[in-house]
Nanobody, 119 residues
Framework: QVQLVESGGGLVQHGGALRLSCAAS???????MGWYRQAPGKQREFVAG???????SYTNSVKGRFSISRDNGKNTVLLQMNSLKPEDTAVYYC??????????????WGQGTQVTVSS
């Protein structure tokens, strides 16, 4: 059974930093993994993705501030978030899927972790 468990969310001030972690179990092979977020009243959106070979992609609004990385031996993906803004406030979800097409809602999802950035 596939399980993704996120951790590291919390409350931080504008300009602060947080690091999210996602531990994956039950996944055979090395899946591309991604982070998504959903703010209140908005649709879930792609934030960052990383391929099995650590090729990364980001949505424009987080480029230069967020960094995604992975530890394949531990089946863990991290999201380092710097220079946080109030508009980054959302529930952040971890995703694993057998494709580097990060559009859509395919694959496996974690339960989400809340990130709140105060102004």
């Amino acid at each position: 059974q596939v399980q993704l468990v996120e951790s590291g969310g919390g409350l931080v001030q504008h300009g602060g930093a947080l690091r999210l972690s996602c531990a994956a179990s039950g996944i055979f092979g090395i899946y591309p993994m991604g982070w998504y977020r959903q703010a209140p009243g908005k649709q879930r959106e792609f934030v960052a993705g990383i391929s099995a070979f650590s090729t990364t992609s980001y949505t424009n609004s987080v480029k230069g501030r967020f960094s995604i990385s992975r530890d394949n031996g531990k089946n863990t993906v991290l999201l380092q978030m710097n220079s946080l803004k109030p508009e980054d406030t959302a529930v952040y979800y971890c995703n694993a899927r057998p494709t580097t097409d990060f559009s859509g809602s395919s694959g496996y999802w974690g339960q989400g972790t809340q990130v709140t950035v105060s102004s």
